[in-house]
């Protein structure tokens, strides 16, 4: 069997037993709902309940998407490896006749696909309403590409603490910690060093910090693709936002390497 026939059938085993249990489902409406309701709301922007201006609806997503998406990605994945060791299937795998690295990028793929579908299911019904309203298909296919992608750094996160971690009591905890650290203490971190110095500290530090957290580059690089000047400059972020493919350089990264070096420490663990 070939190297991409291995990777894609432990792939569709791990999108199939996601699917059987009703994760997809569930999640998937769940966020339609969310989804829904900002769509029609305008949340934070409109003050009147129909479908609110488009800019101030996708950036209300946006936000959504920083503080479910990247839990969704770590409580899918974190047990990925840890969950194979702990019910005894982990050493079974490592006799098939593939490395093992394989094992995880197939696992890898297969929560990928999880997750894409889930947020396809979710931004599906919010995206149909705001098109049929006059607003473009564009922006929501850049949402949920971007979405997606922030997903997917956060499951090599998963992957990589799954692989040097295997308890998975331990291993929730951190994904809970990671999670915080990302998307809440992060954010509260920069605004008390732009407090305490009252502002006085150069942008080209600030910037080098938003490279420190995947979600603060998943937040400037939906700006800079979705939303146009005059909702970049309410932001206050007009000439602020680092060049689009430095952005997306930077998440590619956050997306590939610790998935490699989780290859790498299961490979080492072999020998």
């Given at each position: 069997m070939s190297t991409f026939n291995i990777l894609f059938s432990i792939a569709r085993k791990e999108f199939i037993d996601h699917l059987r249990n009703g994760w997809i489902i569930a999640v998937g409406m769940a966020f339609a709902i969310f989804s829904l309701l900002?769509?029609?709301?305008?949340?934070?922007?409109?003050?009147?309940?129909?479908?609110?201006?488009?800019?101030?609806?996708?950036?209300s997503l946006i936000n959504l998407v920083i503080y479910l998406?990247?839990?969704l990605g770590l409580l899918l994945s974190y047990d990925g490896i840890a969950?194979?060791?702990?019910?005894g299937t982990l050493d079974l795998l490592k006799s098939y006749p593939f490395n093992t690295p394989l094992l995880l990028y197939g696992k890898w793929l297969g929560l990928f696909m999880v997750l894409a579908t889930t947020l396809?299911?979710?931004?599906?019904?919010?995206?149909?309403v705001s098109i049929y309203s006059g607003h473009t298909l564009q922006a929501w296919t850049l949402l949920l590409i971007t979405s997606v992608w922030l997903g997917a750094v956060f499951i090599s996160i998963a992957i990589l603490f799954s692989v040097l971690i295997l308890d998975r009591g331990k291993l929730i905890a951190i994904a809970i910690g990671v999670w915080l650290l990302f998307v809440v203490l992060f954010d509260l971190s920069?605004?008390?060093i732009l407090v305490s110095t009252e502002g006085d500290v150069p942008m080209n530090l600030v910037n080098l910090l938003f490279y420190l957290n995947p979600t603060a580059l998943y937040r400037l690089l939906s700006i800079d693709l979705m939303m146009d000047e005059a909702m970049i400059q309410q932001l206050g972020l007009m000439g602020q936002i680092p060049p689009t493919p430095t952005l997306?350089?930077?998440?590619?990264?956050?997306?590939?390497?610790?998935?490699?070096?989780?290859?790498?420490?299961?490979?080492?663990?072999?020998?």
């Open positions: 900002i769509t029609f709301v305008g949340f934070g922007f409109t003050g009147a309940v129909g479908i609110g201006q488009e800019q101030s609806t996708l950036f998406v990247p839990l969950g194979e060791h702990e019910r396809i299911v979710g931004l599906t019904a919010p995206a149909a920069v605004i008390g997306i350089a930077a998440i590619t990264a956050w997306t590939i390497i610790p998935t490699t070096i989780a290859g790498w420490c299961i490979r080492t663990s072999e020998k």
